[in-house]
Nanobody, 113 residues
Framework: QVQLVESGGGLVQAGGSLRLSCVAS????????MGWYRQAPGKQRELVAD???????NYADSVKGRFTISRDNPKNTVYLQMNSLKPEDTAVYFC???????WGQGTQVTVSS
């Protein structure tokens, strides 16, 4: 069983930054691909970014150049650094193991204009 716990969400003004963290309670974390998704009100959940066990990254076009996904394997943690935030980034952000049923509880990010 994998448990994922996100933190770091909050309210920020447009142009600001936040860093989300996700701690995974799992052994051999370094072998897992990890990802961040988000879901805005009335919209489907969408991929924000993912990172492979080898460190390769992939981003949604809407966040390229503004968001950075990274991982710290000894800490069992994956991060999402979000810069130049826009009101349209407002959503609940979820940590996940891609192609699995493992999801965190989500953390709210609200960007005010």
């Amino acid at each position: 069983q994998v448990q994922l716990v996100e933190s770091g969400g909050g309210l920020v003004q447009a142009g600001g930054s936040l860093r989300l963290s996700c701690v995974a309670s799992v052994s051999l974390f370094r072998f897992y691909n990890m990802g961040w998704y988000r879901q805005a009100p009335g919209k489907q959940r969408e991929l924000v970014a993912d990172i492979t066990s080898g460190g390769s990254t992939n981003y949604a076009d809407s966040v390229k150049g503004r968001f950075t996904i990274s991982r710290d394997n000894p800490k069992n943690t994956v991060y999402l650094q979000m810069n130049s935030l826009k009101p349209e980034d407002t959503a609940v952000y979820f940590c996940t193991v891609p192609q699995s049923n493992y999801w965190g509880q989500g953390t709210q990010v609200t960007v005010s204009s």
